[in-house]
């Protein structure tokens, strides 16, 4: 009888030996987790702790300690704090490396975050919806700052990204509409498509030399933006990247510029002046569209035929070398003022009929 029991004993515990090691092995080190009371943490395969919970949703401060069980804290986990609507201030310590996807997003009181001096890399949407979030450091130690990082942070009023930067993602401050100043020193060669796009309160920005592309509407509804150094190694300036730029006066763009893309300063509309260097090969069309003070356009190269259509009330025309088109007298009937154009300016200027230039 006393074998019996044993042995379904032994059964029971078998059983529930193996459940327990296919629930392992299905998800591997993730299901074990730690807890000091306040975080929950994983033992990566590599010796090093993840945080990846928290106990309480409902706390206002937070610190991310270095060590867990003598082993440093290095990540955190993708959406471990989301919508935690109650945080106001997070701490990391200084072994964290990698802020997961996620990681804060919709933490709408969270106003004071400091990085450790190891962070590298700050994954998409980590602080997406940080409403108030007014300031941060970002420390030396980033490399990477991921597409969506602050989207949507309107309260955040100036940022540095530091000079160890290369990937600086798409939309990664778009609608950050308190910001006020941006200073790029890494050595990043494209600003992706929309990264600034839509902060409506900027009005200075700096850009390392290094920068080759300026991507799609980067700047696109800035209408507070009067100074932006363009950087010397620039050679293409994406569509709509200064598009609505409303309170831009002048831009220097630089010589080795090859392509300026559609609506690239379209309703620029305080925009007086502006060169266009020999280097440059393609204006898209409506690249100057309702630049309605725009009265001085000087081409470095005389010889070149330019896509330059959309310049203020002259939208689908061509500008050849150093032609003043303030001086064409058009009237609103367009196809009357073809005529007037191709017969009286037909050396200068011809009507754009696909994206890319050519000749009468």
Same mark, same amino acid.
């Given at each position: /009888?006393?074998r019996? #029991?044993?042995?379904v004993?032994? !059964?029971?515990?078998s059983?529930v030996?193996?459940? /327990?090691?296919?629930?392992a092995c299905?998800?591997?080190d993730?299901t #074990?987790?730690?807890t000091?009371?306040?975080?929950?943490y994983?033992?990566?395969?590599?010796?090093?702790?993840?945080?990846?919970?928290?106990n309480?949703?409902?706390?206002?401060?937070?610190?991310?300690?270095a060590t867990?069980? &003598?082993?440093n804290?290095t990540?955190i986990?993708?959406?471990?704090f989301?919508d935690?609507?109650?945080?106001?201030?997070?701490t990391?310590?200084?072994s @964290?490396?990698?802020?997961?996807s996620y990681?804060?997003c919709?933490c709408?009181?969270?106003?004071?975050?400091?990085?450790?001096?190891?962070?590298?890399t700050i994954?998409?949407? $980590?602080?997406?919806?940080?409403?108030?979030?007014?300031?941060t450091?970002?420390?030396d130690?980033?490399?990477?700052?991921? $597409?969506?990082a602050f989207?949507y942070?309107?309260?955040?009023?100036?940022?540095?990204?530091?000079?160890?930067? !290369?990937?600086?993602?798409?939309? $990664?401050?778009?609608?950050?509409?308190?910001? !006020?100043?941006?200073?790029?020193?890494?050595? #990043?060669?494209?600003?992706d498509?929309?990264?600034?796009? =839509?902060c409506?309160?900027?009005?200075? @920005?700096?850009?390392?030399?290094?920068v !080759?592309?300026i991507?799609? =509407?980067?700047?696109?509804?800035?209408?507070?933006?009067?100074?932006?150094? /363009?950087?010397k190694?620039l050679?293409?300036?994406?569509?709509?990247?200064f598009?609505?730029?409303?309170?831009?006066?002048?831009?220097a763009?630089p010589?080795?510029v090859?392509?300026?893309?559609m609506y690239?300063f379209?309703?620029?509309?305080?925009?007086?002046?502006?060169?266009?260097?020999?280097?440059?090969?393609? #204006?898209?069309p409506?690249?100057?569209?309702?630049?309605d003070?725009l009265?001085?356009?000087?081409? &470095?190269?005389?010889?070149?035929?330019?896509s330059?259509?959309?310049?203020? /009330?002259?939208?689908?025309?061509?500008?050849?070398?150093?032609?003043?088109?303030?001086?064409?007298?058009?009237?609103?009937?367009?196809?009357?003022n073809?005529?007037?154009?191709?017969?009286?300016y037909? =050396?200068?200027?011809?009507?754009a009929?696909?994206?890319?230039?050519?000749?009468?």
């Amino acid at each position: /009888m006393k074998r019996k #029991i044993l042995l379904v004993f032994l !059964t029971i515990i078998s059983a529930v030996c193996l459940c /327990m090691g296919i629930a392992a092995c299905g998800t591997h080190d993730e299901t #074990i987790s730690e807890t000091d009371g306040v975080l929950w943490y994983s033992l990566n395969d590599n010796g090093e702790y993840s945080v990846i919970g928290l106990n309480d949703k409902t706390a206002a401060e937070i610190t991310i300690p270095a060590t867990y069980n &003598e082993k440093n804290v290095t990540s955190i986990s993708d959406s471990v704090f989301e919508d935690c609507s109650s945080l106001e201030s997070v701490t990391f310590g200084n072994s @964290v490396e990698t802020i997961g996807s996620y990681a804060f997003c919709g933490c709408s009181s969270l106003e004071y975050v400091t990085f450790g001096n190891s962070v590298e890399t700050i994954g998409s949407y $980590a602080f997406w919806d940080c409403t108030s979030l007014t300031s941060t450091t970002i420390p030396d130690s980033v490399t990477y700052i991921g $597409a969506y990082a602050f989207l949507y942070c309107k309260s955040l009023k100036e940022i540095i990204i530091p000079k160890n930067v !290369t990937s600086l993602g798409r939309n $990664a401050f778009e609608g950050c509409r308190s910001l !006020t100043s941006v200073t790029i020193l890494g050595n #990043i060669n494209y600003i992706d498509t929309k990264t600034f796009k =839509d902060c409506s309160s900027l009005v200075s @920005v700096t850009l390392p030399d290094s920068v !080759t592309t300026i991507g799609n =509407d980067v700047f696109n509804y800035c209408s507070s933006l009067v100074n932006i150094n /363009m950087p010397k190694n620039l050679t293409y300036i994406g569509s709509g990247a200064f598009c609505v730029c409303s309170s831009l006066k002048n831009i220097a763009i630089p010589s080795g510029v090859t392509e300026i893309g559609m609506y690239a300063f379209d309703n620029c509309t305080s925009l007086t002046e502006i060169t266009i260097p020999a280097s440059v090969e393609i #204006i898209y069309p409506y690249a100057f569209a309702s630049c309605d003070i725009l009265t001085s356009v000087t081409f &470095e190269n005389t010889g070149t035929w330019y896509s330059f259509s959309g310049i203020s /009330m002259i939208d689908g025309l061509i500008i050849l070398e150093g032609a003043d088109y303030s001086e064409i007298d058009i009237t609103e009937d367009t196809s009357l003022n073809a005529t007037y154009v191709t017969e009286t300016y037909k =050396d200068k200027i011809f009507i754009a009929e696909s994206l890319y230039a050519r000749s009468l």
